[in-house]
C-alpha cells in the first residue's frame, strides 16, 4: 500500500500501487505523485531488506581487534611453533609451544591443530573470553 497527501484538500488516502498521477478521493484533484528517493543504507546499519541481518563472520575482528578466524588457521597451519599464541599476545604460550614442539619431537602439533578447529567452531564471544582476556598466559582448551 502507497500512501498519499492531497495538495489541494490534504486528506491522506492508501492506494494498492504506486502511480505517476493520483486522483483525490476527496475533491477530485488529480495531481502529480512525489515518489520518496530510496536512500542507500549507511555503513554499519543492518539492511533488513533480505531478512535477518547476517552474523558476524569467522574472520571479523572482535572488540580487541582479533579475528577467531586468523587465529584459528594460525594454529592449524602453524600450531607446533604457537603462532597463534603470538596473535593474541599470550608470548608466553607461544614460547612454551615452541619448547613442548622439541621436546615432544613434534607430536605436540596435534593440539594446536584441536586448538585451531575448536577456535573456528566457537563465537567471538568464547574466544575473546578463553584466550584474549584470560589471564592465562597457557591457555588450552
Known sequence: ??????????????LPNAM??????????QFQAVMPEATPPQFG?????YGAPAAPGVFDQGPSGK???VAGLLAILLGSLGIHYFYVGKTGGG????????????LWSIIPLIQGILMLTMTQEQFESKYVNTPSTFPLF
Open 1 to 14: 500500500m502507497y500512501q498519499y497527501q492531497c495538495p489541494r484538500c490534504g486528506s491522506q488516502f492508501m
Open 20 to 29: 505517476n498521477s493520483v486522483r483525490c478521493p476527496s475533491c477530485g484533484e
Open 45 to 49: 546499519t543492518p539492511n533488513y531488506a
Open 67 to 69: 579475528s577467531r578466524g
Open 95 to 106: 614460547f612454551l609451544c615452541i619448547l613442548l614442539s622439541l621436546i615432544t619431537c613434534g
